[in-house]
């Protein structure tokens, strides 16, 4: 069976997708771990779940936290999925897990990605650029921040008087299928070059 790793910072709404995707069997592999950067409602839901989780707070570990995740991530895992999960992964630990590791970013990247672009920023940043449509982006990742290969995105035009809050709230309508629909094609060997609409 195939064993999935989650990092998490938030709410943890994409983890409950996985969850909820594994417990309807649309989803044939495990959660054997949930790790947090920083207490979250994530965490919560894991632990309701009955899924084992680890707190590695980022104000004791800095800069080690990385060493730290790669002392606890079984070798076994098939997928390392960052889900909501803020703090930047070291060259190494990203090397040791290439095209083992991937992350989802709530908009049409290269747009609106990169250091400090993270949350209603990017939903502010996409209003204020008056663009007609946005989206979010599942990519691997690579040493840099969001820089990593596009493996799948979804779109939407934005609507007349959009807000920030009114997009990162469809936006989120999104990214749940989507994860799903990537780990399902990565843990399946499956992926194709389907993968933007
Ligand atoms: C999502 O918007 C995702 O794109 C970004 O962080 C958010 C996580 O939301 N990387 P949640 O914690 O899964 O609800």
Redesign the pocket.
Known sequence: MPSIVVL?S??????QAIITAIVKQQLACEISLVIADRECL?LTRAETAGIATCLLERKHYGANLSQQLAAIIPEETTLIVL??FLSILSADFCCRWQNKII????SLLPLHGGAGM??MKVHQAVVNSGESESG?TVHYVDGGIDSGSIIAQRRLKLNAGETPQSLQER??EL?HPLLIEVIEQLITGTITNWNSY
Do not use: K, R, T
């Open positions: 998490v938030g709410s943890g709404s994409n983890l994530a889900a909501g992350n989802l970013h709530p993270w949350g979010c936006v989120s990214e």
